[in-house]
């Protein structure tokens, strides 16, 4: 199955609807980003625009998600910002705290006001 995401204006994704490959596929067999898209659109207006996206992350960064924006530069999709200190990992495009998870057996939620991971006591 192939997965296309719909994109706003500011390249923020609203939906994702799957489509069977055989949709997709050119004269040669050959699957076509540009064969979903013209699909998606026809079944969901033509004002639209959509762009595939990789369930298992194959390309395109990260597999899409509602509410992610897609950097047309980067070629990726990318997560909200979780808190306002983390910076966005220019070639994985994934959020990084200021300050790296501890690599231990415990959990940690992070605390933005102090900016460290604390320690999740049960």
């Known amino acids: 199955m192939a997965h296309f995401a719909k994109i706003n204006n500011d390249n923020i994704v609203e ?21 979903g898209i013209n699909f998606c659109k026809s079944l969901l207006g033509e004002n639209t625009n959509w762009i595939q996206t990789s ?6 960064k990260n597999y899409a998600g509602i509410g992610y ?7 990726g999709f990318y997560a909200p910002q979780p808190f306002d ?11 990084e705290a200021p300050v ?18 604390d320690l999740i006591t049960k």
């Not at 983390?86 to 994934?94: G, H, K, P, R």
């Not at 790296?100 to 991971?117: A, K, R």
């Open 15 to 35: 939906q994702i609807i799957v489509v069977n490959n055989d949709v997709i596929l050119d004269e040669n067999n050959t699957e076509s980003e540009q064969i």
């Open 85 to 95: 200190s983390w910076t966005l990992n220019e070639n994985t495009f994934i959020w």
């Open 55 to 60: 369930y298992n992350g194959n390309f395109r």
């Open 69 to 75: 924006t897609y950097d047309v530069q980067g070629d």
């Open 100 to 117: 790296e998870y501890p690599d231990d057996e415990n959990t940690y939620t992070w605390n933005e006001e102090t900016l460290s991971w």
